[in-house]
C-alpha cells in the first residue's frame, strides 16, 4: 500500500467513521438519549454488525479498485488517473460514500446513539453538496464524455438493478 493510499485512509475514512463518532460519544456520554451499547444477544447488535461487515467490505473492495484501476486513492489530494467503472461502479457512482454511510448506520445501531446517525445524515448532505459543487465538475473536466456518459447512465446513491456496461 502506498503512502498516498495511507493518508487518504487516515484522514477521510479515519475522521469520519474514528475520530468524529469517537467525539461525538464522548460529548453525548450521560446526555438524555446519550448511547446505550447493543447488546449482543440483541438483534439491534446483529443487525449492526452485519451492516457493519457489509459496509467494511464494500469499502475495501472500491478503495482496491481506485488503487488498482483508477491507479489512485480516494483523496482529492492524489485522486485516480484513470476513471473507474468497474465492480460497484456499474451499479452506482458513489458506492464508496455508500459503504461509509453504511458503516455509520452500523455505528449508531451499536452503540445505540442517535447523535450518530444524525453524525450518519449531516455526512450524506455534505458529501452530496461536495459532489454536485466539486467532484462531479472536476470529473467532467478531467475525463470529459466518458464521464458525462458514465454520470447520466449511473445514478449517484440508488444502485442500478442491472450493471451498466460502458460502450
Known sequence: MNRELIKAILVLP????IYIP????????GLPGGWTPAGVAGPRFWIGAALGAAGFA???WTVRLFAT?????PAPWAPPRRLVVRGPYRHVRNPMLAAVNVML??????????????WMAVFFALNTT???????PALEERFGESYRLY???VPRWVPRWRPWDAP
Not at 22 to 29: I, M, N, R
Not at 69 to 73: L, Q, S
Not at 130 to 136: G, Q, V
Open 14 to 17: 479515519g475522521s469520519a467513521l
Open 22 to 29: 469517537g467525539a461525538v460519544l464522548w460529548l453525548t456520554a
Open 58 to 60: 464494500m469499502a475495501v
Open 69 to 73: 484501476a483508477g491507479e489512485g486513492t
Open 105 to 118: 448506520a452500523a455505528e449508531a445501531l451499536l452503540f445505540g446513539s442517535w447523535y450518530i446517525a444524525l
Open 130 to 136: 461536495y459532489f454536485m459543487r466539486s467532484e462531479e
Open 151 to 153: 454520470k447520466a447512465s
